[in-house]
């Protein structure tokens, strides 16, 4: 006789799907099964709802037009709902950390409508100006973000979660986030 054990639902935009997992006479069926399952129906989102690529550079820093992107997407209502949770904190709050700005600030200075080149360069005039240094150091924080770091295990429940857990190429966040949003296999 099955009985259910646990029921979770996980909301998107674009999916809404229960996973049910049943316990036969105490035991859990088959796990690999259910994540194989919860991965077939997994959808890439919509990609008028996504910003670019975490990998995407504005005068050669890395993430700054994505999180530019996230913001004027919010502002229009189009953003995938499983972005908003991170808009300004994560990779978001680090960079505006990094640059030495206040979120909000740079928030509403890209609703004012201006090009990335633009906002960046406000940036740098509110802050600091980049050198080629400064550059590398951030480059290289987020192009290897999750690999061997704070934020490994972030990365593998995500991928757990995705169904991804078996792919060991997937060595950071944005590589993840690529998959995860359909730009990569």
Known sequence: MLRRAHCRIIPSEFQIFV????????????????????????????????????LAETFGLKYFPRML???RLHAEG?????LHANLGSGSDGALVNF????????????LLGESDEEIFKWCEEQSRPLN?????????YATKLGWNDHISAILDKRKADAGLAHRD???????????????MP
């Open 99 to 110: 640059l030495h700005l206040n979120y909000q600030d740079l928030k509403e200075r890209v």
């Open 69 to 71: 992107g996230k913001i």
């Open 19 to 54: 996973q049910t997992v049943f316990w036969e006479w105490g035991q859990e069926i088959d796990k690999p099964f259910v994540q194989r399952i919860n991965f077939a129906m997994q959808q890439t989102p919509d990609p008028s709802t996504l910003p670019c690529s975490p």
């Open 78 to 82: 189009k953003l995938w709902v499983d």
């Open 132 to 140: 080629d240094t400064d550059k590398l150091i951030w480059n290289a």
């Open 169 to 183: 190429d997937i060595q950071t966040i944005a590589h993840y986030i690529d998959v995860d949003e359909g730009r």
